[in-house]
């Protein structure tokens, strides 16, 4: 994967002999003549035109993404949303139906409940894994299943045989949000999931300094999806494309990193007398273990837990006395974050709500960076001991 | 214009901007490459390593080559970086012969650094010809001035100096950098090097440091370029993009605060809390028929005034505007202010201040793209506060 990472997509030979691709930001593309405008006009050559319809740093990043993922294409998106966004738009009319595994990034859930359904496109939830319920709510509308794997922030992971099978089983296509597995430690395509997600601003740009999403799937399935994003217009700037093929580079050194921080950080909670409960994929006394285990190389730099015998407001002096990692939203970049899931996302959420998300007053979400393992376990031990 | 001999407002957009031939991308890609691959093994392609050639920063330096008029020009990492160059065309036993209104960071440059390579320096009025004649001796060098003096606002006699410098075989080089190219280009006049702080007007945008070289004659220009190539203070590709970028606009943002500059200047002239105005655009400038000569109707957006005021209160003007932002620093979009004595021009020893007329009520307003009533009423209520 490193060499994919460093090399694919990108052209062999870049313009001045370049050995990186170079930044366009040139919001247009001139025509020599109006005889070279016809070729393009008539499909006889494929070439940059205006900068909502593509960009040379644009294509070069999207390859590079889809040879990661072993999709045959790639589109990226000015964020995560903006890519799910994109896809539903294209993929569902009014009428509709949508099925989505619960535990699921919460403005994902706003997005279909709130604003397509004002499209007339109709939102079910199932319970996370629960393949017999989202069988069951398959019906002639359904075009499409849904879900993380793994979940934000309980670290589910869905048997992507058993998903795939539902959805063949009714004509119905899948998409994954893989943005907390990334296709280090997971690749849903192998497993015949229609549609790939990443917010590329987590682990795939890696730096927590751009926002990006990208939707992988078959050149053919996907066409539709582009020619919607050159309408809506929802495309990346050259400067982040610039950022995420620079980020991708150390993609995989990056991953064993992350992955290691989580196992270990999560070993280290599972045994601390002040912690209740860890998810983390990882761990056997994880639910999702076996399927984790069977499907990913890794388990990423995601962990979950909650503190014993705390409120929220010891559980928030926790956070605030970690010294390494910043109190903040996102993940998957270099820095550790942590975060309390009660007060950072859920906060205007109603009790039974957070309850219904799972989402406790004691629990803790530690995005492990790349930094030395031994200290970020030192830091939380420090902060638990307070 | 025409078509054949475009006007500078024209080259400014079009020169180093030409249409990239691989994508037709409208403006040139950005090349962040440090290296480039070779045609073939003792074979070398135009660019081989990024501190020797950039496509990016290339395409920067014809454009500026061309807006000075000049053969080529070269782009480095600061002004200073620029400055430094020059004087590294010296040897030891050479001397610099450098005007009295210099910017502190030159005077520093000069007193502090060529000293240690045994190159000596001395300051003269450079707006008194005779003085220079007879501070030139058989070890000088290099001159070196600034067309608009700092803060003084003092206007070289371009041509007679040159003159001077050629007739002794000394290098002639100035710091254009209040004047820009749009509104003066020394080269035309005769001087050998034009330096320029691209951070200030060119930039524009305060978002970038940069120092540019440009010179009429090219062996000049190969001694220079060999210099740069081996001591390394080239500009970095997105500093060189955001230049291109800001030179684009260079023309009419430098005409815009050029015209409310002299608004504020004939305004502050007549306040009654301030003593002197020294700009170059006021009648009674002691440069202004030269300023008129070289630069036309628009004298620059540098204003130094003096107020009636001790050092403590001139300090409490300059913190107490709300659209002036306080710092060094000129040239950009953002009007700025500063107090010379304790600010830019605090590297210089007391006695030279003293010398060289930096008082303690002198305050510099670099003047931006704001409303002329605006920076007034900003300027009027700051000084108003003195009096309280």
């Not at chain 1, 009714?170 to 497993?191: S, Y």
């Not at chain 1, 020619?227 to 050259?238: A, D, H, T, W």
């Not at chain 2, 450098?98 to 320096?121: P, T």
């Not at chain 2, 008194?128 to 067309?147: H, N, Q």
Request: proline share 4%; net charge negative.
């Amino acid at each position: 994967m490193s060499t994919q990472a460093v090399h694919a997509g990108e052209l062999r030979q870049k313009s001045e002999g370049a050995i990186s691709t170079p930044m366009y930001c040139a919001s247009t593309f001139t025509f020599e003549s109006t005889d070279a405008l016809l070729r393009f006009v008539e499909g006889e050559e494929e070439r940059e035109e205006y900068g909502r319809y593509g960009n040379p740093n644009e294509r070069s990043v999207e390859r590079k993404l889809a040879a990661m993922e072993g999709a045959e294409s790639a589109i990226v998106y000015s964020s995560g949303m903006a890519a799910i966004v994109g896809l539903l738009m294209s993929k569902l009319s009014a009428g509709d139906e949508i099925i989505f595994f619960d535990q699921c990034y919460h403005r994902s859930r706003e997005f279909c409940t709130k604003h397509l359904a004002r499209f007339g496109v109709v939102t079910h939830q199932v319970k996370t894994g629960d393949f017999a319920a989202m069988d069951a709510a398959i019906n002639g509308r359904t075009k499409m299943l849904v879900s993380e794997s793994p979940t934000n922030p309980h670290l589910t992971c869905i048997d992507l045989e058993q998903f795939v099978a539902v959805g063949k089983a009714h004509g119905v296509e899948t998409l994954i949000d893989a943005t907390l597995a990334t296709p280090f430690n997971l690749r849903p395509i192998e497993f015949g999931v229609d549609y790939v997600l990443h917010s590329a601003t987590k682990y795939l740009g890696g730096h927590n300094d751009l926002l990006a999403g990208v939707i992988c799937g078959t050149a053919e399935q996907l066409e539709s999806v582009r020619n919607l994003r050159g309408i809506l217009g929802s495309v990346n700037s050259p400067h982040n494309l610039y950022l995420l093929e620079r980020g991708l580079k150390t993609f995989e050194l990056r991953m064993e990193r992350h992955n290691q921080n989580g196992l270990h950080v999560a070993q280290f909670l599972d045994s601390h007398p002040k912690v209740d409960r860890v998810y983390y994929p990882g761990l056997t006394s994880h639910p999702s273990h076996q399927t984790a285990a069977s499907q990913m190389r890794g388990y990423g730099g995601l962990v979950t837990f909650t503190v014993r015998d705390a409120d929220w407001k010891k559980t928030s002096r926790i956070v605030d006395a970690a010294k390494i990692a910043r109190i903040a939203p996102s993940l998957g970049g270099v820095e550790s974050l942590i975060e309390q899931p009660l007060v950072m996302s859920y906060y205007n959420c109603s009790p039974e709500d957070r309850q219904r998300f799972g989402i406790s007053d004691n629990m803790i979400r530690f995005s492990c960076g790349i930094e030395n393992t031994e200290d970020l376990i030192a830091d939380l031990d420090q902060a638990l001991s307070q | 214009m025409s078509i054949n001999k475009p006007s500078f407002r024209t080259r400014a957009v079009h020169v180093g901007n030409e249409v990239d031939p691989a994508t037709g991308a409208v403006v040139a890609p950005i090349h962040f490459a440090s290296t480039f691959r070779q045609p073939g093994a003792g074979v070398w392609g135009q660019y081989d390593y990024s501190r020797s050639g950039n496509p990016t920063r290339t395409a920067l330096q014809r454009t500026l080559a061309s807006l000075e008029g000049g053969v080529d020009s070269l782009a480095f990492s600061t002004g200073m970086a620029a400055i430094h160059c020059v004087t590294m065309l010296l040897s030891p036993g050479d001397m610099i012969l450098a005007g009295s209104d210099i910017y502190g960071g030159a005077y520093r440059l000069f007193h502090k650094i060529c000293d240690r390579a045994g190159i000596g320096v001395n300051l003269v009025d450079f707006t008194d010809l005779d003085a220079i004649a007879s501070a030139i001796r058989p070890e000088t060098k290099l001159m070196w001035g600034e067309t608009i003096g700092n803060p003084q606002m003092s206007i070289l006699d371009l041509p007679a100096i040159s003159k001077l410098a050629k007739d002794a075989g000394i290098l002639f080089g100035v710091d254009n950098t209040f004047g820009t190219p749009a509104l003066l280009r020394p080269l035309e006049h005769g001087v050998d090097i034009v330096m320029h702080s691209a951070t200030k007007y060119l930039g524009g945008h305060s978002d970038c440091l940069g120092g540019t070289l440009a010179v009429s004659d090219k062996s000049l220009y190969d001694q220079l370029y060999f210099i740069q190539n081996a001591t390394g203070a080239v500009l970095d590709p997105m500093s060189c993009f955001l230049l291109s970028r800001g030179i684009k606009t260079l023309d009419v943002r430098i005409r815009a605060q050029s015209e409310t500059a002299m608004k504020l200047a004939e305004w502050l002239k007549v306040h009654p809390l301030v003593s002197r105005v020294l700009y170059p655009g006021l009648e009674e400038h002691p440069g202004h028929s030269l300023a008129a000569n070289l630069m036309g109707e628009h004298f620059g957006a540098m204003v130094t005034f003096e107020l009636r005021g001790n050092k403590a209160q001139t300090a409490m003007v300059c913190q107490s505007t709300k659209l002036f932002c306080l710092a060094v620093s000129l040239g950009a979009v953002e009007s700025l202010i500063e107090q010379p004595a304790t600010m830019s021009h605090a590297s210089y020893a007391a006695a030279d201040r003293d010398r060289f007329g930096i008082t303690d009520g002198l305050i510099r307003i670099s003047v931006g793209l704001e409303s002329f009533d605006d920076l007034r009423d900003d300027l009027e209520s700051a000084i108003a506060s003195l009096s309280l």
